[in-house]
């Protein structure tokens, strides 16, 4: 994939610990998550219930939608526990001088 794909989103000191924040990337409404030491990206809308995914509870590596409590796994957006059963599109993250950078295609 090119360079010219990655997004700069915000320094990495405005990122959360072990918590999600939702902003706008590029015109697309992104969900980045703290987990320990790793980031991960996601679209910021669950699949099933229309909720920014960005006001729910994380847990690990598990969002909580806060609509309908349905699950998915930061990781790669796969939908761990009903109702949700379509996966939310994730992005690569990527950390160079201080900023994170979201992969968009």
């Not at 920014?52 to 509870?57: S, T, V, W």
């Not at 939908?79 to 990527?94: I, N």
């Amino acid at each position: 994939m090119s360079d010219l794909n990655w997004i700069d989103a915000l320094g990495a000191s405005e990122l959360p610990a072990d918590d999600v924040i939702g902003l706008a990337v590029a015109g697309y409404d992104i969900a980045i998550y703290t987990v320990g030491d790793a980031i991960y990206a996601t679209d910021n809308t669950c699949t099933h219930g229309q909720a920014r995914l960005c006001d729910g509870f994380l847990d690990g590596h598990e969002i909580e939608c806060p609509l309908h409590q349905g699950k998915f796994d930061v990781r790669d957006g796969r939908p761990t526990c009903d109702p949700v059963t379509q996966a939310l599109r994730s992005y690569p993250v990527k950390i160079e001088g201080g900023r994170v950078f979201v992969q968009i295609d």
